[in-house]
């Protein structure tokens, strides 16, 4: 299964918007039920509208024709963020840990903190 759209798929989408962007509502930083109005003539990608590292999905029904201003902002303020959440919710859901400078006085810290607040080595 290709991370890419193919060239169909693309053709399709291209014709689907009418060479207007496909963005619309508060997903791409527009009002809600607003649709972009920039011409698909200056510029045009290619979408995956659920993020294709959860849906693993390239089809026309995932594709959207966008503009480069709304497909960057859907990037960095939504796709980006969630691809992140989803890799620290499988290393966890893995029992996958990061591995860091012990911190002092925690438990794996070789010093003891004591209630008189003396310091002392475990």
Not at 12 to 28: H, I, N, P, T
Not at 31 to 42: H, S, T
Not at 86 to 93: L, N
Request: hydrophobic letters at 30%; one cysteine or more; glycine letters at 8%.
């Amino acid at each position: 299964m290709s991370r890419y759209f193919s060239k169909p798929v693309k053709r399709e989408a291209l014709a689907r918007s009418g060479l207007r962007c496909e963005a619309v509502g508060q997903l791409y930083g527009l009002p809600d039920g607003k649709r972009c109005e920039a011409n698909l003539g200056l510029g045009v990608e290619f979408d995956h509208f659920d993020l294709w590292a959860n849906s693993r999905d390239s089809s026309i029904d995932n594709c959207r024709a966008v503009c480069v201003r709304c497909h960057k902002f859907k990037s960095t303020t939504h796709d980006t963020p969630k691809a992140a959440k989803t890799v620290r919710q499988q290393d966890k859901h893995r029992g996958i840990r990061a591995e860091g400078p012990v911190m002092p006085g925690s438990r794996k810290s070789r010093w003891k903190r004591k209630m008189d607040g003396s310091v002392v080595e475990r």
